[in-house]
């Protein structure tokens, strides 16, 4: 039971335009919601979050949306750089004293020049 | 420079034989995590340890065993009763089990079970 899903194995955005990737969640105790990055051979990095009582966060190029009542949460990256090549994680978190991630699938991002 | 050392990077292994992965980390994280990574698939939780001494079963723990008596290390050893262990292992932590400290991974053990 596939409780995180990441739909699109692959994408591939201009260099310069926008990067949407999507996640889209079943479990309606989760409360939030973490995106990484992952570099080949190297492990998950950061990149942002967002709580359930928020429907947007920002830190830079990056954005984070959320759409609760759709159970729908997307990055957009703006704008695209050829060093944002990369696979895409979505995570979710239930509330309950541990941070158990849930993970979906991974979006592989490609950034062409 | 703080991080988290796995290593072997490669492991290959017999069937039937216990392996066991390490992972370090010298972030003073109170919580660490190990997860399995297959072709495809996104990250699954075998085990994770809020504090020394004390760890709980993931969603996959069959055929893995953990300990925790260091903060600075959780190794995972995968056993025989683990019907398919080649994959990718990931190890990370935490500075607190709150969803707003980011977990930190290492690079991760690729394991082959020859």
């Known amino acids: 039971d596939q409780q995180v899903k990441q739909n699109s194995p692959s994408l591939s955005v201009q260099e310069g335009r926008i990067s949407i990737l999507n996640c889209d969640y079943t479990?309606?105790?989760?409360?939030?919601f973490l995106w990484y990055k992952k570099y080949p051979a190297e492990g998950p990095t950061f990149l942002i979050s967002?709580?359930?009582?928020?429907d947007k966060n920002e830190d830079g190029r990056f954005t984070v949306f959320l759409n609760k009542s759709a159970k729908h949460l997307s990055l957009h990256i703006v704008p695209s750089q050829p060093g944002d090549s990369a696979v895409y994680f979505c995570a979710a978190s239930a509330p309950g004293g541990a941070q158990k991630l849930v993970f979906g699938q991974g979006t592989r991002l490609t950034i062409n020049p | 420079d703080g991080g988290i050392t796995q290593s072997p990077k490669y492991l290959f292994r017999k069937e039937g034989q216990n392996v066991t992965l390490s992972c370090e980390q010298n972030l003073n994280h109170d919580a660490m995590y190990w997860y399995r990574q297959d072709p495809g698939q996104g990250l699954r939780l075998i085990y994770y340890s809020q504090i020394v001494n004390d760890f709980q079963k993931g969603d996959i723990a069959e055929g893995y065993s953990v300990s925790r008596e260091k903060k600075e290390s959780f190794p995972l050893t995968v056993t025989s009763a683990q019907k398919n262990p080649t994959a990718f292992y990931l190890c990370a932590s935490s500075i607190g089990t709150f969803p707003d400290q980011p977990q930190h991974f290492g690079d991760g053990t690729r394991l082959s079970i020859l």
């Open positions: 967002i709580s359930s009582i928020k």
């Open positions: 479990n309606s105790m989760f409360d939030y």
